[in-house]
């Protein structure tokens, strides 16, 4: 029961916040990198600071998908290749249980907060600087 409800209330942290480079604006990323934390994400969360977010890291590039379970902060989500590069960006709506892909292969997902990478016009093929290695 305790490990059910520290997973919906987002107790079962990620890693450490490292800082990234998106758009030449620094934002400071949890790290997700593991299976559980990837399933637990940013849920239970009722707010996101100013250029905070999430990185979700893979071991590997494929099409990736994600939905917004027990998620109610509105997140924008951008799908970053191997090379660092952004291959795919899509809005997620609080407690979406339909997932949203990544259309192509992907190794990391970064979430903001919604309308972050609009407003600093970030498309696709936007580098990324500093993300974390994956482990094998």
Request: glycine letters at 10%.
């Amino acid at each position: 029961m305790a490990l059910w409800l520290g997973l919906c209330l987002g107790a079962a942290a990620a890693g450490a916040p490292i800082e990234i480079v998106v758009g030449g604006v620094t934002v400071s990323v949890e790290v997700a990198d593991d299976a559980q934390e990837r399933a637990v994400g940013l849920m239970g969360r009722t707010s996101l600071p100013v250029n905070h977010g999430m990185i979700f890291v893979y071991p590997d590039e494929k099409v990736r998908s994600f939905w917004m379970k027990h998620t109610s902060i509105p997140l924008s989500i951008a799908f970053i290749d191997k090379l660092g590069r952004v291959v795919h960006l899509a809005e997620l709506k609080p407690n979406e249980t339909k997932p949203v892909s990544s259309e192509v292969p992907a190794m990391y997902a970064l979430e903001m907060r919604a309308g972050w990478f609009a407003e600093r016009a970030v498309g696709i093929g936007q580098p990324i600087s500093g993300l974390p290695v994956p482990a094998r």
